[in-house]
T-cell receptor
Framework: QQPVQSPQAVILREGEDAVINCSSS?????VHWYRQKHGEAPVFLMI?????EQKGHDKISASFNEKKQQSSLYLTASQLSYSGTYFC??????????????FGKGTLLTVNP | DTEVTQTPKHLVMGMTNKKSLKCEQH?????MYWYKQKAKKPPELMFV???????INESVPSRFSPECPNSSLLNLHLHALQPEDSALYLC???????????????FGEGSRLTVL
């Protein structure tokens, strides 16, 4: 089941903050975040495995609310290099679903000078 | 070496052709994946190999035939494709669950396929 991402697109000025949300109607084992720049391969940002877990990566952090099956990606003090499409990927709870990462439709983030 | 190398980068083929996409990694990963990505869409999982055995086939048409000849190589054989199969085909690898899995998929840059 494909997770739902919002917003679809966001435009920022350098230094501004953004939040990208990802939600699922099914119980999740993990949430993964990737960034893909135009013409490039997706690049892993982080994985969240436990409910309520928060992880950070420079000025990019994420949280996972297991009860709500929601994850949010926080980008603070955005830089030009943050531009790209952000995908959340979800793995469902339960055997046999390992490795079955389903990506949301993506959020196009544009950071302008 | 944290690279996944895919060849060719671009491929144009007719509907009656047979071609193959190749993927190689030397990170010691025992899980390898094929994803398909259309323009402005997310990657869609096609196949997963775990320890060189096919573990997931996402109901992919038989005109796509994966092969994992050894732990470093992954092929995708293409035959009698349709124009709607034109897309970017991404290979990825990761550690296995018992290997110190971090969740990170390492993607190659992809093979852009055009079917005429």
């Amino acid at each position: 089941q494909q997770p739902v991402q919002s917003p679809q697109a966001v435009i920022l000025r350098e230094g501004e903050d953004a939040v990208i949300n990802c939600s699922s109607s099914k119980a999740l084992y993990s949430v993964h975040w990737y960034r893909q720049k135009h013409g490039e391969a997706p690049v892993f940002l982080m994985i969240l495995l436990k409910g309520g877990e928060q992880k950070g990566h420079d000025k990019i952090s994420a949280s996972f609310n297991e009860k709500k099956q929601q994850s949010s990606l926080y980008l603070t003090a955005s830089q030009l290099s943050y531009s790209g499409t952000y995908f959340c990927g979800t793995e469902m709870t339960g055997g046999g679903s390992n490795y079955k990462l389903t990506f949301g439709k993506g959020t196009l983030l544009t950071v302008n000078p | 070496d944290t690279e996944v190398t895919q060849t060719p980068k671009h491929l144009v083929m007719g509907m009656t052709n047979k071609k193959s996409l190749k993927c190689e990694q030397h990170m010691g990963h025992r899980a390898m994946y094929w994803y398909k990505q259309k323009a402005k869409k997310p990657p869609e999982l096609m196949f997963v190999y775990s320890y060189e055995k096919l573990s997931i086939n996402e109901s992919v048409p038989s005109r796509f035939s994966p092969e994992c000849p050894n732990s470093s190589l992954l092929n995708l054989h293409l035959h009698a494709l349709q124009p709607e199969d034109s897309a970017l085909y991404l290979c990825a690898s990761s550690q296995e669950r018992g290997q110190g899995y971090t969740g990170e998929l390492f993607f190659g840059e992809g093979s852009r396929l055009t079917v005429l």
